[in-house]
């Protein structure tokens, strides 16, 4: 990389450091602004995020393994034959499954596992298998960018008696978003929790040997209402719809139709249209465009041809040396470590052959001797040395250790010898 190039990057770090920095300090005066965004994210600390409860469904249970599904083959995954007393939480504005996702999770449920749905709009499909009617609601709060405006709103959510000891109801003065069950088949289905007005928003609905617990009101779980006064006794005692007999081997966070719906109501899509989200940003925005003009003017003033740099011509080297070393290297790196080593003897033993006058075999002991006391050279290195020049040529194979360990033994007798 060239100087210019280099100084080119920091110049446009430093610019993009510099908007960003300014951006951030005229707008820090400003007033916070309550963030209306809905988006049930387990990750959101916004008011309607969902972080808090993700963590709470983390506490509660502790003691199983917990898994967050993001996409269709997630979730269906976790959908098998052999699964049972396991957990399910979908939490979003919508559920919106497509035919065989929604019979999978039926026969999963029927085989004895629990899915638990909180959301306020629901497929016609999902509707008639579990034998629902579901009051109408303001159609704008579901469209467009309504979801991200801040309206008056509030909610209240409470617990039937029975099977809940306790009715007490749970207020937060946040958007509301919910919807009521007016129709039910009471053969299999248990009214759970109520709203305000007294319409059943929680019921139980048996099927085989599990159940499909149905809350219509998903702001209930978000940061605002759960932080919202003793708000956060509604999570607990929701989750003792389930069963008390059940130990629960698995709970699944299913995040999947939350995204399905974003995805699918995206006009756009991939790198374009994050791109145009990034460039709206109050901070990113306005960085991010003073980095791709630096980088249109470093194009522009670089599109004139310059001169080619004459390169520098190397000083002359040992080529004999270097034809060793490439040789050698050649030979490491096709991993013919026992060729290697050979010729790595063979080299020892005419250095010795040509400095000492003598030759090295280790069926001569008198050799050994005559090496150490000619060289200056311990006698145990030496026996060494004659012990594993046997070994690199008897053996069939050596590995990269005993490579290194041979040639140790090799440089540390040159580093010693006279």
């Not at 008696?161 to 289905?189: N, W």
């Not at 779980?221 to 069963?243: H, K």
């Not at 490491?332 to 075999?361: P, S």
């Amino acid at each position: 990389m060239s100087k210019n190039t280099i100084y080119t990057v920091l110049w446009v770090l430093l610019g993009v450091l510099v908007v960003g920095g300014l951006g951030y300090w005229m707008n820090r005066g400003q007033k916070r602004h309550f963030d209306a965004t809905i988006t049930l994210n387990y990750k959101d600390k916004r008011p309607y995020g969902a972080y808090v409860a993700f963590q709470e469904f983390n506490r509660l249970f502790a003691r199983t393994p917990v898994a967050v599904s993001r996409r269709s083959n997630d979730f269906l995954r976790d959908l098998s034959d052999t699964d049972r007393n396991q957990v399910m939480f979908v939490l979003s504005p919508y559920f919106y499954p497509n035919p065989d996702e929604w019979a999978g999770m039926v026969r999963w449920v029927r085989q004895g596992n629990y899915l638990v749905i909180s959301a306020a709009r629901f497929t016609q499909d999902v509707k008639e298998k579990l034998h629902v009617e579901l009051s109408n609601f303001t159609e704008e709060v579901f469209t467009g960018n309504s979801m991200n405006v801040d309206t008056e709103d509030s909610l209240r959510v409470s617990f039937t008696r029975p099977p809940y000891p306790d009715t007490t109801s749970y207020f937060y003065p946040g958007r509301r978003l919910d919807r009521s069950v007016v129709s039910l088949d009471s053969s299999f289905t248990q009214v759970l929790g109520v709203n305000d007005y007294h319409y059943a928003n929680m019921v139980r609905i048996t099927a085989g040997d599990g159940a499909v617990i149905l809350q219509t009101a998903p702001m209930a779980f978000s940061n605002y209402f759960l932080l919202y006064g003793d708000n956060m006794r509604y999570f607990d005692n929701f989750w003792s719809a389930l069963p008390a007999s059940v130990h629960v081997t698995k709970g699944i966070w299913n995040q999947y139709f939350l995204y399905k719906v974003q995805e699918e109501q995206r006009p756009g899509g991939g790198f374009w249209d994050s791109l145009f989200r990034l460039l709206h940003h109050q901070f990113i925005g306005p960085a991010l465009g003073a980095l791709l003009l630096l980088l249109l003017l470093y194009i522009l003033l670089n599109m004139k041809r310059r001169q080619r740099i004459i390169p520098e011509k190397a000083p002359a080297t040992n080529e004999s040396l270097e034809w060793v070393k490439t040789i050698g290297t050649m030979y490491y790196e096709k991993g013919d470590h026992r060729n290697l080593a050979i010729k790595m003897g063979q080299h020892f033993q005419e250095h010795i052959r040509t400095r000492y006058q003598t030759q090295l075999d280790t069926a001569e002991p008198s050799s050994i001797i005559r090496l150490a006391s000619r060289s200056g050279v311990d006698e145990p290195l030496v026996r060494d040395i004659a012990t594993n020049l046997r070994y690199v040529h008897d053996a069939p194979s050596l590995s990269a250790e005993q490579l290194t360990e041979w040639y140790q033994l090799i440089e540390k007798f040159y580093k010693t010898a006279l």
